[in-house]
C-alpha cells in the first residue's frame, strides 16, 4: 500500500496570505489527522477529520481549518498567515485493528511565512 | 490536558551503544506510540504500547501503565538510528482525543 501523501512538500508565503495544504490517506484509512510542529512548541495537534466530519479540534485559531472529502482525502487551509505559522504541517491517517489505533504520518509540509 | 515528559532530551553516543530513552505520562491513557523523526521530517511509528513489552529487532519499549511510565531501549546503535525520538499518549477512547507528543529525545549516533 502506498504510504501517506503531502503535498506541497514546501511552501513560502508572505504574511497576510492564505494556504491549503494537501493530505491523501493511506488506502482504505477513514480518518485523517494534522499536526503543527514548531522548534518552540513542538509538535500539537491541530484536528481530526472521520468521515468527512471534524471529530475533534485542538486549541488553535479559528484560521485553521480543515476539511475532508468522500474520498479521504483532507486539506487544511491557514488564512491571514502570520509569521508564527512557519512550521512542518503533518497529516496522519489512521485505523484501527480491534482496540488498537496507529497513526501513520506523510512526509509533511514545510511552510515558511516570510 | 495531559502532560508527556522526555528524558534525557539530547543523547549522544558511539555507534554499538545501547540507549534507554523514558517516558512519563500525567494521567492513564489507552494509547501509546513511539516514534523517530528522521532528519528530513518523517515520522516513523515503531511501538504501539500502552503497556507491556514488545520487541522488533533491535529496538524493544515496555510501559508500564499503572506507574505512567515507558522506556524505549535500542541496542547496539547505528548512526541510521539518529533522530529525535518522540513518546505520543492519547487518552480518550474511538478518537475523542488525539495524540500528545512529548519534547522528544534527540539521538545522535556518532560512527
Known amino acids: 500500500k502506498a504510504g501517506v501523501t503531502q503535498t506541497p512538500r514546501y511552501l513560502i508565503k508572505t504574511r497576510g496570505q492564505q494556504v491549503t495544504l494537501s493530505c491523501s490517506p493511506i488506502s482504505g484509512h477513514r480518518s485523517v489527522s494534522w499536526y503543527q510542529q514548531t522548534p518552540g512548541q513542538g509538535l500539537q495537534f491541530l484536528f481530526e477529520y472521520f468521515s468527512e466530519t471534524q471529530r475533534n479540534k485542538g486549541n488553535f485559531p479559528g484560521r485553521f481549518s480543515g476539511r475532508q472529502f468522500s474520498n479521504s482525502r483532507s486539506e487544511m487551509n491557514v488564512s491571514t498567515l502570520e509569521l508564527g505559522d512557519s512550521a512542518l504541517y503533518l497529516c496522519?491517517?489512521?485505523?484501527?485493528?480491534?482496540?488498537?489505533?496507529?497513526?501513520?504520518f506523510g512526509p509533511g509540509t514545510r511552510l515558511l511565512v516570510l | 490536558g495531559i502532560q508527556v515528559e522526555q528524558s534525557p532530551p539530547d543523547l549522544i553516543l558511539q555507534e554499538g551503544a545501547n540507549s534507554t530513552l523514558r517516558c512519563n505520562f500525567s494521567d492513564s491513557v489507552n494509547n501509546l506510540q513511539w516514534f523517530h523523526q528522521n532528519p528530513w521530517g518523517q515520522l516513523i511509528n515503531l511501538f504501539y504500547i500502552p503497556s507491556g513489552t514488545k520487541q522488533n529487532g533491535r529496538l524493544s519499549a515496555t510501559t508500564v501503565a499503572t506507574e505512567r511510565y515507558s522506556l524505549l531501549y535500542i541496542s547496539s546503535s547505528q548512526t541510521t538510528d539518529s533522530g529525535v525520538y518522540f513518546c505520543a499518549v492519547e487518552r480518550g477512547h474511538f478518537g475523542n482525543e488525539k495524540l500528545t507528543f512529548g519534547t522528544g529525545t534527540r539521538l545522535t549516533i556518532i560512527p
Open positions: 496522519a491517517s489512521s485505523a484501527w485493528s480491534g482496540s488498537k489505533e496507529t497513526q501513520y
